[in-house]
């Protein structure tokens, strides 16, 4: 079945610097991936999400790329602030009506920031 | 826009007890939720998407008897956990799509079963 993998697990930085969270999909006709932060007992929040029609998309300090040939997405945070340390999910889903457009999610990056 | 209502936010019940759990979208229409269950430092797992107006589809391994699906309306999915039993306890969490793809998520519901 459809599968992500996400890597690293978890990832501390610090502040200021950059940090890179790393997915990888398996369903080739996978066409639209978001990524949520979720911090500790709250819900995931989408933070940028990009569909297969494009290479990368930005939005301030985010930053997400698409490889659709290698089957891989990252997501880049630069400039990273204490406030940035939350678990991040990488997800994918396949656009087709008869599937709801279900979201297979990865396994999960905490990412910590240390001032 | 796009937010989503969970409720109860918290519950704790006695073992064999039913519990019923609502998800709202306030500001648009949701013809597909779904349902998420989330165990501590893990990811998100699909447990069924709700459609309005038909039968939920449930993944792989969940028991439709046991955690009933109801999407009566474009803008409410309730989930039912039926008898519930200690190793029901965990993080439920309800989204909703809007428009093409974007799923919005609602803030959670933590049941405890005693």
């Known amino acids: 079945g459809e599968n992500v993998e996400q890597h690293p697990s978890t990832l501390s930085v610090q502040e200021g610097d950059s940090a890179v969270i790393k997915c990888t999909y398996s369903d080739s006709a996978s066409n639209y991936f978001p990524w949520y932060k979720q911090e500790l007992g709250k819900r995931p929040q989408l933070i940028i999400d990009?569909?297969?029609?494009?290479g990368e998309k930005k939005d301030q300090r985010i930053a997400v790329t698409l490889n659709k040939t290698a089957k891989h997405f990252s997501l880049h945070i630069t400039e990273t602030q204490p406030e940035d340390s939350a678990v991040y999910f990488c997800?994918?889903?396949?656009?087709?009506?008869?599937?709801?457009?279900?979201?297979?999610f990865g396994q999960g990056t905490e990412l910590s920031v240390k001032p | 826009g796009a937010v989503v209502s969970q409720h109860p936010s918290r519950v704790i019940c006695k073992s064999g007890t039913s519990v019923k759990i609502e998800c709202r979208s306030l500001?648009?229409?949701?013809?597909?939720m779904f349902w998420y269950r989330q165990f501590p430092k893990q990811s998100l797992m699909l447990m069924a998407t709700s459609n309005e107006g038909s039968k939920a589809t449930y993944e792989q391994g969940v028991e439709k008897d046991k955690f009933l699906i109801n999407h009566a309306s474009l803008t409410l999915s309730t989930l039912t956990v039926t008898s519930a039993h200690p190793e029901d306890s965990s993080f439920y969490i309800c989204?909703?799509?809007?428009?093409?793809?974007?799923?919005?998520f609602g803030p959670g519901t933590r049941l405890t079963v005693l």
């Open positions: 997800a994918a889903s396949n656009r087709v009506r008869n599937q709801g457009g279900k979201l297979i």
């Open positions: 989204s909703a799509r809007y428009r093409e793809d974007t799923q919005y």
């Open positions: 500001d648009f229409q949701a013809t597909t």
């Open positions: 990009i569909r297969s029609n494009v």
